[in-house]
């Protein structure tokens, strides 16, 4: 049997066995796990509100998987806690001025929700909620916030920073 015919054969059992060798970043191959950043909520503290961290520092195109924790001893009905990331230039103030009027959406303004990158709805005492997405490619500073009334203005809001 001519050698070229016999490696041809071969070549084709391999590749119809689905035993074809694997490049880097071909179909199939895992990713790492995304980096997990968590954020605990809690009742005001006199007329000042935050989150437990008012910074995240991200690579571009990095997976992030960002935790809320609510620690908050307030029924969710009188105050609830979310997290709502914005495209980069967006008018955080603004985002929540609109969001005020919401409370149907759960404060998210229905006419402003292209500008959401990632959020986490509502979340009253004990509740956990969790979302994972790719950090954008473009260096800068995407604001966060909690949409819920009057959140904002106390305090309620921190940055994703991507550099």
């Known amino acids: 049997m001519n050698v070229r015919l016999l490696s041809s054969a071969l070549l084709m059992a391999v590749v119809a066995a689905g035993a074809a060798p694997r490049v880097a970043g071909q179909a199939g191959q895992t990713a790492p796990p995304p980096r997990t950043v968590t954020i605990t909520v809690n009742d005001p503290v006199g007329e ?6 008012s910074q995240i520092i991200a690579k571009p195109g990095e997976r992030l998987k960002v935790r809320i924790v609510s620690i908050a001893q307030t029924p969710k009905i009188v105050m609830a806690h979310n997290w709502v990331l914005l495209k980069l230039g967006s008018n955080a103030k603004a985002f929540s001025d609109a969001a005020a009027n919401h409370r149907d959406k759960d404060f998210i303004p229905p006419a402003l929700a292209g500008q959401i990158l990632a959020q ?36 309620m809001a921190g940055n994703l920073i991507v550099k």
Do not use: I, Q, R, W
């Not at 000042?48 to 961290?53: D, E, G, T």
């Not at 509740?127 to 949409?147: A, H, I, Q, S, W």
């Open 48 to 53: 000042k509100m935050n989150y437990s961290l």
């Open 120 to 155: 986490l709805p509502l979340a009253g005492p004990g509740d956990k909620f969790e979302v994972t997405f790719t950090v954008p490619k473009v260096p800068g500073t995407y604001p966060y916030l909690c949409t819920f009334a009057g959140h904002y203005v106390a305090g």
